[in-house]
Nanobody
Framework: QVQLVESGGGLVQPGGSLSLSCAAS????????MGWFRQAPGKEREGISC????????YYANSVKGRFTTFRDNAKNTVYLQMNSLKPEDTAVYYC?????????????????WGQGTQVTVSS
């Protein structure tokens, strides 16, 4: 059974850091492009990063570029999202997802498998 399970969300103060994990089962994560998305209350789902399957190259949305980093641990079949310099506007439910095809991109319609999401709240 193909499954993605996120963990690591929580409450953090502005300027703080948080690391999210996404454990994959039922498929080999290193062979697939993986993405991270988030959805804040009342807003559309936003693609924020993806990591390619071949060379591990990454792509980030402007809203998180320079603050967030995504990387894989193939031995653990897990992809991570390291979030630094967090802002209140980063508050959202964060999702990891598996993409169809061979190129990084942040359109949610291109992703075929989603995790259940983990809440990140940035507040003092």
């Amino acid at each position: 059974q193909v499954q993605l399970v996120e963990s690591g969300g929580g409450l953090v103060q502005p300027g703080g850091s948080l690391s999210l994990s996404c454990a994959a089962s039922g498929f080999t994560l290193e062979n697939r492009i993986m993405g991270w998305f988030r959805q804040a209350p009342g807003k559309e789902r936003e693609g924020i990063s993806c990591i390619s399957s071949d060379d591990g190259s990454t792509y980030y949305a402007n809203s998180v570029k320079g603050r967030f980093t995504t990387f894989r641990d193939n031995a653990k079949n897990t992809v991570y999202l390291q979030m630094n310099s967090l802002k209140p506007e980063d508050t959202a439910v964060y999702y990891c997802a598996r993409r169809r095809g061979y190129f990084c991109g942040l359109r949610s319609n291109d992703y075929d498998t989603w995790g259940q999401g983990t809440q990140v709240t940035v507040s003092s």
